[in-house]
């Protein structure tokens, strides 16, 4: 991930350096490093999506344990509670689920903030080694064609960062976390809107507030979604 990323911007800009040069030495060194960048430029996309893979099974493989041991927690511990009060019994188990709620949320939070920075990186470094290279190619004609190429990248990375919204995306799903964790801790310490009230209450105004909360970021999700809609229809 990280060469992907800074190791193809340091390998694009070896590689203007030696475009830069002369002599019959540097003439193959140059060649060497157009292929190689080609190569690292064209295999990144794929080496990404491995890591994002492997890391996304490992990740699923341990919500199911977590999922499954909470389970068997609920079963054998709160049998004779889920008998005489089944929504209450219910509820606490809801209230169990939050910490795995909560940590979805903000995954999906880092992720999209984690391809915006990307991106930003992409557009603020591609900018600063167009210039130097549209500066150079007043005496090197050669590499006009360098600035042609990191000029398209950096405008594909500002196309894809205004389309998708990514920061947004971002910003809500931490909000959204931030918010149904603030929930989760008042109901345990019974503070706030939870204080002063029964155990049935309690849990069935948390219930209720997570499941606004939710239904708040699905509807801003659902906005988001349907902009990148409008703009593909357009």
Do not use: C
């Not at 590689?15 to 002599?23: D, I, R």
């Not at 190569?39 to 080496?47: D, I, K, N, V």
């Amino acid at each position: 991930m990280i060469w992907a990323i800074f190791g193809n911007v340091i390998l694009v800009a070896a590689t203007v350096v030696v475009s830069l040069l002369e002599g019959d030495a540097i003439e193959r060194l140059r060649i060497y490093a157009y292929v190689l960048t080609i190569l690292s430029l064209a295999g990144s996309p794929f080496l990404i999506y491995y890591q994002y893979k492997r890391s996304r099974n490992v990740r699923l493989f341990i919500k199911k344990l977590n999922l499954v041991l909470r389970k068997n927690k609920h079963l054998s511990g709160d049998e004779e509670e889920t008998q005489s009060d089944p929504v209450l019994a219910h509820q606490k188990q809801y209230r169990d689920e939050m910490p795995d709620i909560i940590a979805d949320f903000r995954e999906g939070a880092n992720k999209y903030r984690s391809v915006h920075n990307r991106w930003q990186s992409v557009i603020i470094i591609g900018s600063v080694l167009t210039s130097a290279i549209t500066t150079a190619s007043v005496s090197f004609g050669y590499v006009r064609w360098v600035a042609v190429v990191v000029s398209f990248i950096v405008g594909l990375a500002a196309g894809f960062t205004g389309y998708f919204k990514y920061r947004e995306r971002s910003f809500n799903l931490q909000w959204t976390s931030d918010a149904i964790e603030r929930e989760y801790q008042s109901v345990e310490l019974r503070v706030g809107k939870y204080a002063n009230r029964s155990e049935p209450e309690a849990f069935a105004l948390f219930a209720s507030v997570v499941e606004q909360l939710r239904d708040e970021q699905a509807k801003r999700q659902q906005q988001l979604d349907q902009h990148v809609e409008i703009k593909r229809e357009q």
